[in-house]
């Protein structure tokens, strides 16, 4: 047998027959590495370190930031909604009028559903503070709400001038004439 595996070249032979023995390679560890613990000293050691509940007033405090995140989430989205305002110009497009449209309906589907809004942040503790914030909130939705009177005013949509309102006018009625009603 070893007069036919000597035709062959050695890494067939390597192939056919692994290495009885693999060579075993240690390196050391990286600095700053701790070895890992054993499933005992991990469990002892999450035991040790649970974190501890925080008081009520804790919780309170944490709801109330978290409130004020939400009240204000309009106002962060108002400068991207005016550059989209600016961007689509001032012709009826539908780009436009979708984007007016979004304008609109947000603010007033957020203050009809401010209660469920905020319901996550009620408790005992911060009933009255959340007060000032659901304000804030409404405050910040008519921004919105706002800036989508100023586009449609900005699309010629308002009817802010005189000739807007020339259906309802009524005829002028002259108290003296220059000339009689018979040459006219």
């Known amino acids: 047998m070893s007069a036919q595996t000597s035709s062959y070249p050695q890494w067939v032979i390597d192939l056919k027959e692994p290495p009885t023995t693999k060579?075993?390679?240690?390196?050391?560890?990286?600095?700053?590495?701790?070895a890992s613990l054993t499933r005992k000293?991990?469990?002892?050691?999450s035991k040790q370190s649970m974190r501890k509940q925080p008081t009520p007033e804790e919780m309170d405090t944490l709801k109330m930031k978290k409130a004020w995140e939400v009240a204000i989430a309009?106002?962060?989205?108002?400068?991207?909604?005016?550059?989209?305002?600016?961007?689509t110009g001032n012709t009826l497009q539908i780009f436009s009028i979708f984007m007016v449209f979004t304008l609109f309906k947000t603010p007033i589907l957020a203050a009809l559903n401010?209660?469920?809004t905020f319901a996550s942040f009620e408790a005992p503790g911060t009933a009255n503070r959340l007060i000032a914030v659901k304000i804030v909130y409404l405050l910040t939705n008519a921004?919105?709400?706002?800036?989508?009177?100023?586009?449609?005013?900005?699309?010629?949509?308002?009817?802010?001038?005189?000739?807007?309102?020339?259906?309802?006018?009524?005829?002028?009625?002259w108290s003296e004439r220059a000339v009689p009603q018979e040459w006219l």
């Open 23 to 34: 060579p075993k390679i240690t390196l050391a560890d990286p600095p700053g590495y701790t």
């Open 41 to 45: 000293d991990r469990a002892a050691s």
């Open 74 to 87: 309009p106002a962060k989205q108002l400068p991207m909604s005016a550059i989209g305002m600016y961007m």
């Open 114 to 116: 401010i209660q469920k």
């Open 143 to 173: 921004l919105s709400l706002g800036l989508g009177i100023w586009k449609v005013n900005a699309m010629g949509l308002l009817p802010t001038t005189r000739s807007d309102w020339l259906a309802w006018e009524a005829e002028r009625t």
